[in-house]
């Protein structure tokens, strides 16, 4: 799996990547996206998340040499039920391709989807999905947290962010059904 299809490439493409950032890919399995996302964002790094165990094992294969290198990981979960692991950064941007939650082809799990995203991305947060020209941007709802500025000068670490807890009025907009 070294080439992408011709719809893929474009969609990669299209994607306003930058050196170091770290990108979320949703419903990525194979993998083939994350790899060339990985290839794109040098020192940076690319989570790919999968509902199916099958596609995680096929992307670990896949990506063996980006996943030896610390550039991409991937993670068997629903976006539905995705969160940050305990000190993970947020991401800078996120894509899907095809994700159902995302396209409105389930309306329903799409909100839970789509407050989880906003939860795991950083301040300034994008999502982007296909069925654009090539892709679109989707609105975000507010974050459940708040976060503390990230540095985004070159190489420079970013700022580990503090999450804090919802007011009352958050936890009823944020509520995770």
């Known amino acids: 799996m070294s080439t992408l299809s011709p719809r893929l490439a474009e969609i990669v493409a299209a994607l306003p990547l930058r050196e170091g950032m770290r ?3 949703i419903g990525g399995a194979p993998g083939a996206a994350a790899k060339a996302v990985a290839r794109r964002i040098g020192h940076g790094h690319i989570l790919m998340i999968d509902r199916s165990a099958k596609g995680i094992a096929l992307a670990e294969k ?11 990981s991937v993670r068997q979960v629903a976006v539905e039920d995705f969160e940050l692991l305990p000190n993970e950064a947020p991401f800078d941007l996120a894509f899907a391709v095809r994700v159902g939650a995302l396209d409105g082809r389930h309306p329903k799990v799409g909100e839970r989807a789509l407050k989880r995203i906003a939860d795991a991305l950083a301040p300034g947060r994008r ?12 609105q975000l709802p507010p974050s459940c947290f708040s976060s503390e500025p990230y540095l985004r000068n070159g190489n420079e670490p970013r700022a580990v962010a503090t999450r804090t807890a919802p007011t009352q009025a958050q936890n009823r907009s944020c509520a995770v059904e």
């Open 62 to 72: 896949n990506a063996a040499a980006e996943i030896d290198a610390g550039l991409m």
């Open 127 to 138: 999502l982007f999905i296909d069925g654009g020209d090539p892709l679109r941007e989707l």
């Open 23 to 25: 990108v979320l890919e």
